[in-house]
């Protein structure tokens, strides 16, 4: 009696299981990871991104670039990776254009970095001296 009582429970669970991995995969399937690169005075990210999906085909659209947590606004990329196709499974390595408003190497940890897709999503990305958090990386804000 106990053990069908067991297994009808756990067959109801298993659904919401699927849906709650579905899910965290669908919020953590495109990681996004830069360096900071210079030429001159100038400041610019080199990007990996990866599209984990096994698939799903995403488009970029622009970067974000603030300061002090997203209060203060640094600059917005519409050009540098507009349109670039993220293959289910691939890796893809972008430079952006220089980054306005960056005089030297030593602000560039202070800038956040944040890539759209034309979808509406956003990925926190990961540079330099930056600690890795999973599930804090590809949520929308």
Request: proline residues 5%; positive net charge.
């Amino acid at each position: 009696m106990k053990i069908g009582a067991i297994i009808s429970a756990s067959a109801g669970a298993i659904p919401v299981l699927l849906f709650a991995f579905r899910w965290l995969l669908l919020k953590t399937d495109v990681l996004v990871g830069y360096n900071w690169n210079w030429q001159g005075s100038n400041f610019f990210p080199n990007f990996d991104i990866r599209n984990r999906s096994g698939s799903k085909t995403y488009v970029l659209a622009n970067i974000a670039y603030t300061k002090h947590k997203g209060k203060v606004i640094l600059d917005f990329d519409n050009k540098s990776i507009w349109g670039h196709k993220l293959k289910p499974g691939t890796i893809t390595h972008l430079s952006a254009a220089p980054v306005p408003k960056i005089a030297a190497l030593h602000e560039c940890p202070d800038v956040k970095v944040t890539v759209r897709l034309q979808n509406g999503r956003e990925f926190k990305a990961q540079g330099p001296r930056q600690l890795y958090r999973a599930f804090a990386n590809s949520h929308l804000h």
